[in-house]
């Protein structure tokens, strides 16, 4: 499996979401830099990594969502591709408007940065072939604009479609207020675009792929991206 | 020509403002009891050359489109002048 990891002036979890995917799946990694218009032939996976693209400027991923790469990134997933925005590369995902949604300041007034239970709603996505829907996986979460947003006619609009794939959860799966850690509505962690092939997503699986981390959750997303991928469900 | 474009940018009516209501509660705090309610914004002061000012005022709104305010969540207002006016 071929993975470009996507590398913005501020990211800061390339390196740790390069290693995660090498030692997991054994995966070749090529870090692009954000000038570039293309990604690297026969990329079968892009990432895009947590941080503070642009120091976090104007808005959450906004400047790194009009970068000359992600003109690329765009071809890519328009084309099939898997593509995956991990925290900041989820705001980024969304400032591009790859994925519907913009993200708020947390509701707790702080950054928050812990592990954090999650229940997986789908096990039918490139992403989590491995995982089984309902189950509870912990990734640690680290952001202060986790709070997804979306009007309620979307968001509804959205739930209908079953794009939803991670939600904040007890660690007995249940989704409540309690649970959510920044105010997200509908608890939503993560989500997929319609044609499912892009996934976004605030907690950091690659912070938990590897037991000396304290959890091998994160793992399993390698795992079922390489399998995927093998299945010949590339592009 | 060269133009001052001034722009204000808030979030939207129904979108949680946590900087404007932790602020409206510190407001409340000091004994500002008559406060109703806080929106934080920001300012971006932009200094552009047009032909004239409905030209500028449109390259300022392209701006604001194209990268400037998010419009799922934010609104905006815009004042366009003659720089030095």
């Given at each position: ?72 990134v765009k071809r ?22 790859m994925l519907r ?135 | ?85």
């Amino acid at each position: 499996m071929k993975v470009a990891v996507v590398v913005f002036p501020g990211s800061n979890c390339d390196a740790d979401v390069a290693h995660a995917v090498e030692v997991t799946v054994g995966a070749s990694v090529e870090m692009v830099w954000h000038a570039s218009e293309f990604l690297p032939a026969g990329t079968d996976l892009v990432i895009l990594p947590g941080g503070f693209s642009y120091g976090d400027y104007l808005r959450c991923g906004a400047m790194a969502a009009r970068s000359s790469i992600m003109k690329g990134v765009k071809r890519f997933a328009s084309s099939g591709g898997l593509v995956l925005g991990i925290c900041n590369g989820f705001q980024i995902l969304t400032e591009a408007k790859m994925l519907r949604g913009a993200f708020l300041p947390n509701r707790t007034l702080s950054f928050i940065c812990r592990p954090c239970a999650l229940r997986v709603e789908r096990d039918d996505t490139p992403f989590t072939l491995r995982y089984k829907a309902g189950q509870v996986v912990r990734f640690p979460i680290a952001h202060h604009e986790g709070l997804y947003y979306l009007d309620k006619d979307e968001l509804d609009a959205m739930e209908k479609r079953r794009q939803v794939v991670f939600r904040y959860a007890t660690p007995a799966g249940e989704v409540t207020d309690e649970a959510n850690p920044n105010g997200a509505l509908n608890n939503i962690a993560g989500m997929v675009n319609e044609g499912g092939n892009v996934l976004g997503l605030i907690p950091h699986p690659e912070r938990a792929s590897e037991p000396v981390l304290g959890s091998v959750d994160g793992a399993l997303m390698w795992q079922s991206i390489s399998e995927w991928i093998k299945g010949g469900g590339a592009h | 020509m060269r133009y001052r474009a001034s722009l204000l940018i808030y979030l939207k009516e129904g979108v949680l403002d946590t900087q404007g209501r932790t602020i409206l509660r510190s407001l409340h705090d000091l004994g500002y009891g008559e406060v109703q309610d806080v929106r934080v914004g920001k300012y971006l002061r932009i200094t552009l050359e047009a032909a004239d000012e409905s030209a500028a005022r449109r390259q300022a709104e392209a701006m604001c489109s194209d990268l400037l305010v998010n419009d799922l969540i934010e609104e905006y207002s815009l004042v366009v002048e003659e720089e030095g006016k």
